[in-house]
């Protein structure tokens, strides 16, 4: 393994905290790394990680030399591609992380669009509705529908999704049509939260420039963006879904919007990356190539 390559490797292993997982992530055999690692830390004459039975930390050293190497990597990879010419030239790996609703439904199916435009690469993709760590499981960029926390990470907005309040037809049977905030007291609301034992803030609306939140009784909590909606269409509550994941539904009648005055704030959807000044080519066209796709959906 020759230095460059041992750079990459040590890279990963400080990234993913684990040579275990570095190993599989970058195809290579346990022992590789291991022996990738130990050639730098021979060659620097210093102590680059730190291995306990549980985890790998970077020494005060390792941090400094990790710093370093991301930046010579980022100049490395755009010396190789100065000179290259078109969209097919693009090659390497992208690891993407998005929300599995957005991707089953809308970002999936146009993907063989942008393989055909750079057939030379390869993606892994994450789809969740954890917030993953970008940085530390390795992404190169992740789309989140949501506020953003503060962060060190770079956002790209790409626009909002608004949100419709929705209920099957059978659990307007059983319950009735809500006319008022007031009615919702006597409804069940399906509950959606990031970390199943969190408590749900309630029915969200915006009114006058602020948001609202309504406590309401329901029989069911959930942490997916699939499951949310399968609930609704179940018949187990009201569900306030994003508009574009709810519109065939409610072409078809399997779901009817309820009190349309009191619709939550529309959420912003971003794609983050760590570092803009060493995105990588294929970064860019991935990412240029998800925000010409958004447009349809978002305003």
Known sequence: ???LEAM???????????????????????????TG???????LGTRLLQRTTRR?????DGQVFYERCKDLLADMEELEGLFQQGASNLTGR????????????HLLPRLPEFLAQHPQLHVELSSTDRRVDLVREGFDCVIRVGKLGDSSLIARPLGSLSLVNCASPDYIARYGTPQSLADLAQHQLIHYVSILGS?????EYAANGETHFVAMPGKIT???????????????????IPRIAAQDYLARGQLVEVLPQYCAEAMPVSLLYANRRHLSR????FMDWVSSVMRDYVA
């Open 1 to 3: 393994m020759n230095q």
């Open 222 to 240: 959930v942490n997916n963006s699939d499951a949310y909606s399968a609930a609704c269409l179940a018949g187990l509550g009201i569900a306030q």
């Open 37 to 43: 690692i130990q050639q730098l830390e021979s060659l």
């Open 94 to 105: 992208l690891r993407i992380d998005m929300p599995s609703g957005l991707a089953k439904r």
């Open 56 to 60: 790998v930390h970077m020494t005060q």
């Open 199 to 203: 408590k749900s803030a309630g029915f």
């Open 282 to 285: 294929r970064v860019q066209a």
């Open 8 to 34: 990459q490797v040590f890279v990963r292993v400080a990234e993913l905290a684990s040579f275990t997982r570095a190993a599989e992530s970058l195809g290579l055999p346990k022992a590789s790394v291991s």
